[in-house]
């Protein structure tokens, strides 16, 4: 089995994030190829980037980066769980992804997006961009949630079946991926 973190971007009291956090994490203990783990990005409470090296160097002096580092690098595939902020991903995203460099290389990565009538697809689409630069392989297939609260009940998101199915192929390729690149981790 496949160590599987799902990162969960946003940060605010008010933030509906874990709710699709939680189905997206029940879906892939479902799917039966990886151990789960949900990273909390308000529980994790990254500061703002103090490290004084540069990530790619790995001299880490604070304790929370080491154990955010340990995390990443224990990771073979991730699923990013993002809202849309101001037509990108929140800003505690960006600063997770910039603590490290070479933890995150040469793993693949899905993105569920959700908002209104955008269904985050433009921080969807900002985070495939930014997850290259880290030697990440974000996945074509997606799941883009519109109006995500309206799926909310009794603080459950109850999708409809096109997020069911967009999961569902999701799943299927990140095991794909995730599989082809652990040899290449393996051969650096």
Known sequence: MYNLKIITATVRPSR????????????????GEFNVEIL?????????????HHPAQQKYEHEHTKQWSAKIAE??????????????????LQNALEYLVKEWGYKAA???????????TRAWNALKNDLSSYRVVPLVEAVNIPFFTEFIQDDHLAPN????????????????????????RENQ
């Open 40 to 52: 909390d990005l308000q529980t994790i409470n990254l500061p703002l980037m103090n490290e004084p």
């Open 110 to 120: 899905g993105i569920v997006s959700y908002g209104g009538v955008s269904a985050g």
């Open 75 to 92: 990771a073979d595939a991730f699923i990013f769980v993002t809202a849309e902020y101001n037509f990108s991903y929140p800003a505690p």
């Open 161 to 184: 079946d096109i997020s069911e199915k967009a999961l569902d192929a999701m799943l299927r390729e990140l095991a794909r991926w995730t599989k082809g690149l652990k040899s290449i």
């Open 16 to 31: 509906k994030g874990p709710i699709v956090t939680e189905w997206v994490a029940e879906k892939a203990r479902k799917h």
